[in-house]
């Protein structure tokens, strides 16, 4: 665990980086928090748990303006813009992480998150030397775009960089399988890819902090690039399945040949460089549906 460091940590506010953020002030580190506070709430919330706030915005501020420090975890980006609104979306996700990473050129460690969203569809679990592909228009692109930046700058300058392809994370600050079950909560039907079962490899916050937290100490150049997920598999109708029975609801899934096609991980190379997910998805969805929803009579799970 890293201790007595300076750490920038970007989209500090994020369901990804809040807890990374929070774990890594609490070891001792002096944290700054960035992001651009949409909801103003969010600096105090990273006072309180100890992480200095800093307002910058991605892709209009000057990175030069930053503090120093001695590790950048830059989950920072712009996410769910609507395709014409891709100028911006490549600013941000792309020429700011290329100026972050020059900012930072003599950091220890650099940690770009990109996605599991950037790899063309297969059937069966994605490996880093798999293709990319357009999984969420031009967001996936501009991920794609973003690790080819890190890995130009990572060998130009040097720089030790992790680039991490989030799967998808869950937990206390939500994420997807929890919103697919908060729909489900809601009465809403849950839209799913028409190729069923839809497997998918969710990553607990508890894994993310500790694997993501390793990926700032692992960093090489040029970068390692690993995926980032849950170790144990599950489809969507399984977890949905599951927490149904737990809470007393019917899921109501929609078959669509347009919703996002599934996507899960091959954790192999994950295994080798950051270690292994230890929270089992039953337990991990049953402790963030506890964590969210207090007014909920959960009962005890059996593993
Ligand atoms: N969660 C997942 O399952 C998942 C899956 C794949 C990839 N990822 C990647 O992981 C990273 C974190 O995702 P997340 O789920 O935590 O997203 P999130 O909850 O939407 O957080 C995004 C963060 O970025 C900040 N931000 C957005 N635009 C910004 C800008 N122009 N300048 C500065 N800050 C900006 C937001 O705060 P403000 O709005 O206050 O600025 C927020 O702190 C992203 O890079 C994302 O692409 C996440």
Known sequence: MIEGARILVTGATGRVAFPIARRLAAAGN?????????????????????VAPLRFELGRDDESTLPDADYV?????????????????????????ARLLRRYADARGFVLCSTGSQYAFQDRPLREDDPPGVHLGPYSVSKTAAEQVVQLLSREQA???TIIRVFSTYGPEGGTPIDR?????????????????NMYTPIHEDDYVALGIRALEVGESPPVVTNYAGSEPVSAEDYLAFAGQMLGVTPR???REDAWWPIAADVTRM??????CKVLWRVG????LAARH??????????
């Open 73 to 97: 975890f830059h989950a920072g980006a712009a996410l769910n813009l609507p395709p014409t609104e891709w100028e911006w979306q490549f600013e941000v996700n792309v020429q700011a992480t």
């Open 159 to 161: 720089s030790p960089c």
């Open 253 to 255: 899934i929609a078959y």
């Open 271 to 276: 295994h080798e460089v950051l270690g292994v």
């Open 181 to 197: 079950i908060e729909r489900m909560l809601a009465g809403k039907e849950i839209p799913l890819h028409k190729d069923a079962p």
């Open 294 to 303: 207090p007014e909920l009579d959960l009962p005890e799970v059996e593993v």
């Open 30 to 50: 002096e944290v700054f928090g960035a992001a651009r506070f949409s909801d103003p709430a969010g600096e105090e919330r990273l006072r309180g748990v100890g």
């Open 285 to 288: 969805i049953m402790q963030s």
